[in-house]
């Protein structure tokens, strides 16, 4: 079973576009993390949220947690967004990370 | 500040051959914990710790051994490699786990292993 289910898993856009990933959870949860893996493997990340809403630059993550449902929007998208994104949630003591399997965006410029 | 190091970036060992992946941080964190990266599938949990001499199991933590003899070091250990520990490994780290507010993971670049 997953615990964390993403959608779209693949999302082709062209540059400038607005778009928006994704994800949902089935367990409560302590918080959730968005992740983005780029072609050569190395993950950041992007954002940890436990409620509401946060913006960095042309990204921003929010969070409903009664619906448990999160969503990650970029907007005016470049070809440099080009990656995976994962999502990922920490569930009962915060130490056990469940991963979602990712969302693989190429934007076209 | 060098964050997390992971070392080999390659590996290809021989069923039954053992080694050790190995994790360093510098940011003074708690928590660290070992992943593995399979296609298809997500990142999944193989072991973590919650700061020096502890540590615990997460989902996929068998043919592994870890230990945490000091806060920056977490090295994972495969005893007996098997073709089915081929696979993408990602060391973590975080101040506190999934806990609080402004904990995120740090990833080291990741190890691909293959076991032949």
């Known amino acids: 079973k997953n615990e964390v289910e993403q959608s779209p898993q693949n999302l082709t856009a062209q540059e400038g576009e607005f778009i928006t990933i994704n994800c949902s959870y089935s367990?409560?949860?302590?918080?959730l993390h968005w992740l983005q893996q780029h072609p050569g493997g190395g993950i950041v990340s992007l954002f940890m949220?436990?409620?509401g809403k946060k913006k960095h630059g042309r990204l921003i993550a929010t969070i409903n947690i009664q619906e448990k449902h999160s969503s990650l929007h970029i907007t005016a998208s470049h070809p440099r967004d080009s990656a995976v994104y994962i999502c990922?949630?920490?569930?009962?003591?915060?130490?056990?990370?469940?991963f979602g399997t990712g969302t693989s965006l190429t934007v076209i410029p | 500040n060098a964050g997390v190091t992971q070392t080999p970036k390659f590996q290809v060992l021989k069923t039954g051959q053992s080694m050790t992946l190995q994790c360093a941080q510098d940011?003074?964190?708690?928590?660290m914990s070992w992943y593995r990266q399979d296609p298809g599938m997500g990142l999944r949990l193989i072991h973590y710790?919650?700061?020096?001499?502890?540590?615990d199991q997460g989902e996929v933590p068998n043919g592994y051994n870890v230990s945490r003899s000091t806060t920056e070091d977490f090295p994972l250990r495969l005893l007996s490699a098997a073709p089915s520990q081929t696979s993408v490994y990602f060391c973590?780290?975080?101040?506190?786990?999934?806990?609080?507010?402004?904990?995120?993971?740090?990833f080291g670049n990741g190890t691909r292993l293959t076991v032949t």
């Open positions: 990922a949630v920490s569930m009962g003591t915060g130490n056990q990370f469940y």
């Open positions: 949220l436990s409620s």
């Open positions: 940011m003074n964190h708690e928590y």
């Open positions: 367990v409560g949860i302590s918080a």
């Open positions: 973590a780290s975080s101040y506190s786990g999934g806990q609080g507010v402004g904990s995120p993971l740090h």
């Open positions: 710790s919650v700061g020096a001499g502890i540590t």
